[in-house]
């Protein structure tokens, strides 16, 4: 849907963050990591490095912001790093 302009990055990582029953929740347990990972590797793999890295640039998104506190990272966002 991103690279299709159905929805920015920007809007994904603004739900990401923003959703369960608290602001927060989801990145806190590691599922907004995982999620946030999982649509930064399909772009990878279906649009290639360079739109990945445009798209990324474009939405001004930290990923850092989806990194669980605690030691329990997604290991599929770390590879974004």
């Given amino acids: 849907m991103v690279v ?13 963050l923003e ?12 599922l907004g990591g995982d999620v946030m990972g999982s649509t930064l590797g ?6 290639g490095e360079s739109v990945l ?15 669980p506190s605690h030691p329990n990272r997604s290991r599929i966002l770390e590879t974004f790093f």
Avoid: H, Y
């Fill in 53 to 67: 890295n445009e798209i990324r640039g474009s939405s001004c998104l930290r990923l850092e912001d989806f990194r």
């Fill in 19 to 30: 959703c369960g029953e608290e602001a927060g929740q989801i990145v806190e347990i590691g």
């Fill in 42 to 47: 399909m772009i990878k793999t279906e649009k």
């Fill in 4 to 16: 299709e302009n159905v929805i920015s990055m920007k809007e994904i990582g603004r739900l990401i």
